[in-house]
């Protein structure tokens, strides 16, 4: 396996694989999604290609404005097979 982290690519067709779920956490509210067969993260019937954007989707839904923020460090992920773990341990594929 290659040992790369995810900060060296960031992106999420190469990070993740169909069925991954992703999560956000802010103010105790949650937002999940999962990994599509096109490698997009989709949740609300909406598709992200950044995790950065699902990360400021979520926040400004809760907090009713504009917040940035940055998805890789905020994020977590799990597979079927997995418990929750910081995106930015995930190891590239």
């Given at each position: 396996?290659?040992?790369?982290?995810?900060?060296?690519?960031?992106?999420?067709?190469k990070?993740?694989?169909?069925?991954?779920?992703?999560?956000?956490?802010?103010?105790?509210?949650v937002?999940?999604?999962?990994?599509?067969?096109?490698?997009?993260?989709?949740?609300?019937?909406?598709?992200?290609?950044?995790l950065?954007?699902?990360?400021?989707?979520?926040?400004?839904?809760?907090?009713?404005?504009?917040i940035?923020?940055?998805?890789?460090?905020?994020?977590?992920?799990?597979?079927?097979?997995?418990?929750?773990?910081?995106?930015?341990?995930?190891?590239s594929?």
């Amino acid at each position: 396996m290659n040992r790369e982290l995810v900060k060296g690519f960031r992106a999420l067709k190469k990070a993740f694989v169909e069925g991954d779920i992703i999560r956000h956490i802010y103010r105790k509210n949650v937002k999940a999604g999962t990994i599509d067969k096109k490698g997009y993260l989709v949740s609300d019937e909406l598709s992200f290609t950044s995790l950065s954007t699902f990360a400021e989707y979520h926040k400004n839904s809760v907090a009713g404005r504009p917040i940035s923020t940055n998805g890789w460090k905020e994020c977590e992920w799990k597979n079927k097979d997995t418990y929750w773990r910081p995106v930015y341990s995930k190891r590239s594929l």
